[in-house]
């Protein structure tokens, strides 16, 4: 089955139940959020963490979506865990129920949810819902960006687009440490923020959120965002942290880079949904700034 297959009144209501998914998630956040919640285990490292609301918000998730699609496959964070997953040309739903987690255990309101579906391994549609906040960042492929703020029904939502910043000295850029903290690790994040910091960023931010980073990036609040990790590792977002934000910026003009491998200002592939990086900018130009940056430092 191929993108072009599936008709737009049924992108409509995978888009329908999205919605009504991540606001299921939105109760049980909230709901949480007046209590310090506790750390029920960790995954990759003891800095990669899992609450009962994580998995809560889940279960609500995939079977609101299951209601509606019993034939699709998933692809949860809380159900794959540390292990590799597939993804294969059918219908497919990947799901983050809370990307953030740690800033959601400290409180600090800078946590989301993540939908996204895809069909022949390509977005078709994707969500980031920030609970607390109360925005919700959606796109359809082919039908741009938009952005609703508030839950009221009758508010309007808006298109959103990605800034037109060109140059490293007029951006605010996203980098992310990940969960990685060996000497080696630590020495290349540190040198590479050192290195942007150097050629005079207007400022870097670390908001431990891959799904907000993009999200901001597609609506103008930063100019770029990209976090490093690989397989061998086990370290770096997956696909359900990026795949919806991928879209997002695609739809609101913005581009994507795979930087898991020798990176090369002419090489222009796209973010690589079984990879464990990503890469997002407003403009070509402020990506070939930063990705000449980027490959030096390797």
Not at 62 to 84: A, R, Y
Not at 182 to 199: M, P, T
Not at 250 to 268: H, K, P, V, W, Y
Request: charged share 25%; net charge negative; aromatic share 6%.
């Amino acid at each position: 089955m191929t993108s072009e297959e599936i008709e737009e009144p049924s992108l409509k209501q995978v888009l329908k139940v999205a919605h009504g998914a991540s606001q299921l998630a939105r109760s049980q956040i909230r709901d949480a959020w007046s209590s310090r919640s506790e750390v029920k285990h960790t995954k990759s490292s003891s800095t990669d963490l899992v609450t009962e609301t994580d998995q809560k918000c889940e279960e609500l998730v995939i079977q609101h979506i299951l209601s509606h699609f019993p034939e699709h496959e998933i692809i949860g964070e809380e159900s794959c865990g540390s292990d590799k997953y597939t993804l294969t040309d059918s219908p497919t739903w990947t799901i983050d129920p809370i990307d953030g987690t740690t800033n959601f255990v400290h409180q600090l309101a800078l946590s989301c949810v993540i939908i996204s579906f895809l069909v022949g391994k390509e977005v078709l549609v994707g969500v980031v819902y920030d609970p607390l906040a109360d925005d919700l960042f959606w796109a359809v492929k082919g039908k741009g960006a938009l952005l609703k703020q508030g839950c009221d029904e009758e508010k309007e939502s808006v298109s959103i687009h990605v800034s037109n910043t060109e140059t490293i000295s007029q951006a605010i850029i996203s980098m992310d440490p990940g969960y990685g903290w060996s000497s080696k690790e630590v020495e290349s994040y540190c040198g590479l923020q050192s290195a942007i910091l150097r050629e005079g960023v207007r400022n870097i931010r670390v908001f431990g959120c891959a799904g907000l980073n993009m999200a901001y990036v597609a609506c103008g609040r930063l100019d770029a965002g990209f976090e490093i990790g690989s397989w061998e590792s086990n370290l770096g977002p997956k696909i359900w942290d990026f795949s919806a934000g991928k879209l997002l910026v695609q739809e609101a003009g913005g581009l994507t880079r795979d930087i898991s491998e020798s990176l090369s200002t002419t090489d222009e592939r796209p973010l690589d949904l079984m990879g464990r990086s990503f890469f997002v900018a407003a403009t070509s130009g402020l990506a070939n700034s930063l990705l000449g940056i980027i490959a030096l430092d390797r």
